[in-house]
């Protein structure tokens, strides 16, 4: 009977870190994220999101800062985090690797493991935004982030990366004749290099939201609302689209190969739809939010690619899980939310309101975990006495 319980004994431990889920590395787990963003001084507070995340199952959640009320907030809740290191850090970061530790240490190593940060944003849109001194930090910065990780034996668990908006390319119709602008290429090929070494993908904000405001009369608004359509053809691949977003992705990845990385994987870290608007983006409303958010999540559920890249599985973060009423700019900025600051949804696309009682929503990993540590323990416990 001993050599029975022991050979159970080790068939527990043996399994243990499967069960337990310590083990996840990446930054994404499935296809569908969301951008948890806090420009608004009405929205729920963080462990309230917390909630409202595990009752519409979304793992993936990306913040824009690393805010210590969140960090702690997401603790113990098995929901993984993108947190970000904001473009007024990033000439800090470039020029001093200590300052680039100490942050890390800060908000990202004295948070694990228990918070599952599982990436860092290095700025956001920099690149494509006339600021060439701005521009030239990021890799420095993106560099020294890294190497504190790498100190820190991090570096495989939390994952560099940065977000460029459709500023950075010269040309995106057709998708075949997409390259990046003269004045990024300088800035960008030595960071797509870097990110090449470390495994990073190329991370892209993109709205067919904003391509349509701004084109209304050479788009066709089923075509970026994912609706039936006779879409477009690219001659040169002979490659048909029938949404816009697929073909803002494969103009993306023909960038990047013409910039030599054609084995680099697209993300999209941003993308939505405004339900309200100005005068001038009257196709912000809640039908069209609620068609592209409804339509989007359905195609992330199939789990499929692109038409030019079929095999490599689309992965989106959501913009956004709230309307932000302080955002400045135009109305549609403050009207990307898929819920309202007072956690009822914006539209029906299967999701639920916020709802007070949390027992029935299960655990989260690390209490499962911790359940089943206490069990091994037990079984221990037993066996050792029989």
């Known amino acids: 009977m001993r050599s029975s319980g022991l050979l159970l004994l080790k068939f527990l431990f043996f399994f243990s870190p499967i069960l337990t889920g310590?083990?996840?590395?990446?930054?994404?787990?499935?296809?569908?994220?969301?951008?948890?963003?806090?420009?608004?001084?009405?929205?729920?507070?963080?462990?309230?999101?917390?909630?409202?995340?595990?009752?519409?199952?979304?793992r993936n959640v990306r913040i824009y800062d690393a805010d210590h009320t969140v960090l702690q907030a997401f603790s113990g809740t098995g929901l993984d985090l993108v947190v970000g290191l904001p473009n007024g850090f990033l000439k800090e970061m470039s020029s001093n690797a200590d300052h680039?530790?100490?942050?890390?240490?800060?908000?990202?190593?004295?948070?694990?493991?228990?918070?599952?940060?599982?990436?860092?944003?290095i700025g956001n849109e920099v690149l494509?935004?006339?600021?060439?001194?701005?521009?030239?930090?990021?890799?420095?910065?993106?560099?020294?982030?890294?190497?504190?990780?790498?100190?820190?034996?991090?570096?495989?668990?939390?994952?560099?990366?940065?977000?460029?908006?459709?500023?950075?390319?010269?040309?995106?119709?057709?998708?075949?004749?997409?390259?990046f602008k003269e004045n990024v290429v300088q800035f960008m090929k030595?960071?797509?290099?870097?990110?090449?070494?470390?495994?990073?993908?190329?991370?892209?904000?993109?709205?067919?939201?904003l391509a349509y405001t701004y084109n209304p009369t050479q788009i066709d608004i089923n075509y970026a609302l994912f609706k039936p359509t006779e879409g477009i053809y690219d001659p040169k691949t002979n490659l048909r689209y029938d949404n816009m977003l697929d073909?803002?992705?494969?103009?993306?990845?023909?960038?990047?190969?013409?910039?030599?990385?054609?084995?680099?994987?697209?993300?999209i870290t941003e993308t939505g739809w405004a339900s309200k608007g100005?005068?001038?983006?009257?196709?912000?409303?809640?039908?069209?939010?609620?068609t592209y958010n409804y339509n989007l999540r359905k195609r992330l559920a199939k789990k499929k690619g692109t038409p030019l890249?079929?095999?490599?599985?689309?992965?989106?973060?959501?913009?956004?899980?709230?309307?932000?009423?302080s955002k400045p700019g135009k109305s549609s900025e403050t009207h990307f939310g898929l819920f309202k600051p007072d956690g009822t949804i914006s539209y029906d696309i299967g999701f639920n309101s916020l709802k007070s009682d949390a027992s029935k929503y299960p655990f989260s990993s690390s209490k499962a975990a911790s359940c089943?540590?206490?069990l091994v323990i037990s079984i221990s416990v037993f066996l050792v006495m029989i």
């Open 190 to 209: 030595p960071l797509l290099e870097f990110f090449n070494q470390i495994g990073s993908p190329f991370c892209l904000n993109a709205y067919p939201f």
């Open 128 to 179: 494509g935004g006339g600021d060439s001194e701005l521009s030239g930090a990021l890799l420095g910065a993106a560099k020294n982030v890294y190497n504190a990780l790498k100190k820190m034996n991090l570096e495989e668990t939390v994952q560099i990366t940065t977000a460029h908006s459709q500023a950075v390319f010269a040309n995106s119709y057709p998708p075949s004749s997409c390259i």
């Open 309 to 325: 890249r079929p095999k490599t599985v689309l992965k989106a973060y959501i913009f956004a899980l709230f309307n932000e009423n």
């Open 22 to 58: 310590f083990q996840v590395k990446g930054a994404f787990v499935g296809t569908y994220g969301i951008n948890y963003g806090r420009i608004a001084d009405n929205i729920p507070s963080p462990d309230k999101v917390v909630l409202l995340l595990k009752q519409a199952k979304i």
């Open 278 to 290: 100005d005068s001038d983006e009257p196709a912000a409303t809640p039908e069209n939010a609620r």
């Open 100 to 121: 680039a530790l100490t942050w890390v240490k800060d908000n990202v190593q004295s948070f694990l493991p228990n918070t599952r940060i599982r990436g860092i944003a």
């Open 372 to 374: 089943y540590v206490a």
């Open 247 to 267: 073909a803002q992705i494969d103009a993306a990845y023909m960038a990047l190969e013409d910039a030599g990385f054609k084995e680099m994987e697209v993300m």
